[in-house]
């Protein structure tokens, strides 16, 4: 248990379609970081949030955004729904220190499998 | 950029078998290196890290040794047991705490 949760655990949309997936953070963590790993392959980083700022973003569209909120839960959401996005989406909470190099074990959630039709 | 390479798999071993996993990595800077493992329908678990040259992380039996001059963090377990079935995945942690994973190994062991 990494006190990590993520829901729904899973969702089916249609392509076109709007979802939001949610995470609550460990307690004591500052920091989240939101993965997608597609079927076989491993998690690719979508972006991070810290203290309610977004603080680096992977190689992923503008539809993809999130939220951060003052008790370091997020929000992972996706517009305009693609075939190509149906992936497990992994949440991972961590305690980062100030200071751009601080280097910080992730705790991951179960995550959320998205199913896309 | 940064980037992890990890051995193909599927592995299958017999129990009590020894165990080795390959994993290089490309990065700027001194990273620190993980290995996360991930059971059917669960998310990833830290089974272990190193966080400058030459240590050696280890947990549960496994081990790796971060090898800056062969940049690399080759997982090892000398007599792996069924339980051990799992996903693993090899992944460094850059500037700004931003993590990149390799592919995974899937390694099955048999009774």
């Known amino acids: 248990e990494t006190g990590v949760t993520q829901s729904p655990t899973h969702l089916i949309k249609t392509r076109g379609q709007q979802v939001t997936l949610r995470c609550s953070s460990q307690s004591g963590h500052n920091t989240v970081s939101w993965y997608q790993q597609a079927l076989g392959q491993g998690p690719q980083f979508i972006f991070q949030?810290?203290?309610?700022?977004?603080?680096g973003r992977g190689n992923f569209p503008p539809r993809f955004s999130g939220l951060q909120f003052p008790n370091y839960s997020s929000e992972l959401n996706v517009n305009a729904l693609e075939l190509d996005d149906s992936a497990l989406y992994l949440c991972a909470s961590s305690f980062r220190d100030r200071g751009p190099k601080a280097k910080n074990i992730q705790y991951f959630g179960a995550g959320t499998r998205l199913s896309v039709l | 950029g940064n980037s992890v390479t990890q051995m193909e798999g599927p592995v299958t071993l017999s129990e009590e078998a020894f165990l080795t996993i390959n994993c290089t990595y490309t990065?700027?800077?001194?990273?620190?290196l993980f290995w996360y493992v991930q059971y059917p329908g669960e998310g990833l678990q830290l089974l272990l890290k190193?966080?400058?040259?030459?240590d050696k992380g280890s947990n549960k039996g496994f081990e790796a040794t971060y090898r800056k001059e062969t940049t690399s963090f080759h997982l090892e377990k000398g007599s792996v047991q069924v339980s051990d079935s799992a996903v693993y995945f090899c992944?460094?942690?850059?500037?700004?705490?931003?993590?990149?994973f390799g592919t995974g190994t899937s390694l099955t062991v048999i009774p």
């Open positions: 949030y810290y203290r309610e700022e977004e603080n």
């Open positions: 990065a700027t800077g001194y990273p620190s």
């Open positions: 992944a460094l942690s850059g500037i700004g705490n931003q993590f990149y």
């Open positions: 190193a966080t400058k040259a030459d």
